[in-house]
């Protein structure tokens, strides 16, 4: 009887235990969800409830001084799927692939993703590329607008303007060094959504709207630029040449008006340029021995000093003999005989330079050169310029022979960009300024700012620099139909540089040809640098970038009309 009963009891208990455990473990699962991992399941939930949209800001406009738009931004869209809405991931991934031009495999393996809820599978999406996603009706994609950057000028001025890359942010030129105050400030829309992905109407939503851009006014004249980019295209065509440079500044203020090298590239197809090195501005970045051009500035220092005077007469000969032995000669061998300053321009004359350097010494002629500029940065408001090479007495690499070498351009390298701006300040009366590109930022509040003249100091005095301006006024004069403009006088110096090897000595049979100057003589307007490189069918640079320079004068004489001194002499 005991047995019996002893039996029920035991169930029981047994019962009871199981009860007592169960209840511990649902216990412990609920103060586990409820107070262990609470707070990130609150999260995850307000993740899912909340979705977070970044809205694009307005990306500001680049205009040329006319007001013409050189880089904008059209209607683009961002593609993005809701991944738990898909019906059929394969089907999606097979529609998509043929409107956005990705793999098909690779969108599959995008919204595959089981811990994916949201996922961007294009940004700038085309309106037309838009509308074919749109009529797809297919649960789970979204279209967000999102502008695409487009320069309505293809490749006109690409190395001034730079790019805006995939990610949005500009690189290279302008684009890149003012990419914090056009590309504005994005804004955030957090809404509450419903189960689909939507938001509800009516439901809790935080809005940060975007701050848009400032758009910028470039100093460049595209009615300068084209003539530019033309007259460079066709003289590396006309010379047989591998490349060139091209700029006109302002003297009197240093703005750029015109800046152009080639090869360049396609801005609105950055992604298709194989070579990162065309993405430079060569401008400002590529530096070369600037030749002959170099004595118009030695002489400018030697007035300036006093080492000689515009009548001084050096003795001549066809060669100077160095302090090392060593004989520079003039080219072509030519011995010129005696000759005054004047003369030593118009002849171009290496002998005549040398004589300049050695009347000044080294400590005047570096500090006159260094003052003009070279050895460091002009300041333009562009990044990736570079300093020159330009060895000190007192450097390792220095030796007697440059003071010598450096005056006719030896033995130094410079950027075109420091050469011009250089001969600007001999042409405005001897102030070296800043060269800037952007001449007015306009911010999206209405606020101008305006970029003023910047004296960063002064190289030589009024009358040093009326004196050099009359000597290469003669020295075009002499050369009127090689790269003169008839019934204007102009001033200018022209040059020929051998190339360094990468062995040591000089690349042979290789030069660069190039002419710098101001015009018109009596109130320069403009200055203008021309650089053709490895020309095959002149060597020189009175005949290889002569033309050109000559050219560009005329046009922005008619372009800005200014009237001839002489008009008898207008063709």
Known sequence: MDAV?????????????????????????????????????????????????????????????????????????????????????????????????????????????????WVVLQRRLSPEASQQVESLDMEGIVLDPEPRRTYPMGNFASQVLGFVNFDYEGSYGVEGAYHSLIAGEPGHLIGERDGAGNVIALGHSTWDPAQDGADLVLSIDSSVQRIVEEVLRETIEDMDASGGTIIVQNPQTGAILGMASHPGYDPNEFNQVQDAQLFGNPAISNVYEPGSTMKALVMA????????????????????????GE???????????????????????????????????????????????????????????????????????????????????????????????????????????????????????????????????????????????????????????????????????????????????????????????FGPSDDPQFSVLVKIDRPQESQWGERAAGPAFQEIFEELFLLYGIPPSDPDQVR
């Open 5 to 117: 009963n002893d039996i029920p009891r035991s169930r029981i208990i047994i019962l009871l235990v199981a009860f007592i455990l169960f209840s511990m473990a649902v216990g412990y699962r609920v103060f586990s969800f409820q107070i262990v991992h609470g707070l990130d399941l609150t999260e995850q939930a307000q993740q899912f409830r909340f979705r977070e949209d970044v809205v694009p800001a307005e990306r500001g406009d680049i205009l040329d001084r006319r007001g013409r738009k050189l880089a904008t931004n059209v209607p683009a869209d961002r593609i993005s799927v809701i991944v738990h809405q898909l019906d059929d991931p394969d089907d999606t991934a097979r529609e998509l692939a043929q409107i956005i031009n990705r793999d098909e495999d690779e969108i599959l393996e995008a919204i595959s993703h089981p811990d994916r809820e």
């Open 301 to 324: 220092i030697g007035l300036e000093t006093g080492a000689v005077a515009a009548d001084t007469v050096h003795p001549g000969g066809p060669y100077r003999e160095l302090p090392g």
């Open 327 to 517: 004989r520079v000669y003039n080219a072509t061998l030519m011995d010129f005989g005696p000759e005054s300053m004047t003369e030593v321009l118009v002849h171009s004359s290496n002998v005549g330079a040398m004589y300049v350097a050695e009347q000044l010494g080294e400590d005047d002629l570096y500090r006159g050169l260094t003052a003009f500029g070279f050895g460091d940065q002009t300041g333009i408001d562009l990044s990736g310029e570079e300093s020159g090479l330009f060895p000190l007495p007192g450097d390792p690499n220095w030796y007697l022979t440059n003071l010598y070498t450096n005056s006719f351009g030896q033995g130094m390298a410079v950027t075109p960009l420091q050469l011009i701006n250089a001969i600007s300040a001999v042409g405005n009366g001897g102030q070296l300024l800043t060269p800037y590109l952007v001449e007015e930022i306009r911010h999206p509040d209405g606020q101008v700012e305006q970029t003023e003249p910047e004296v960063i100091r002064d190289v030589i005095s009024p009358e040093t620099a009326q004196a050099v301006n009359q000597m290469m006024t003669t020295t075009v004069d002499s050369a009127q139909r090689v790269y003169g403009v008839p019934g204007y006088q102009i001033a200018a110096k022209t040059g020929t540089a051998q190339i360094p090897g990468v062995d040591g000595g000089y690349e042979p049979g290789a030069t660069i040809g190039s002419i710098v100057g």
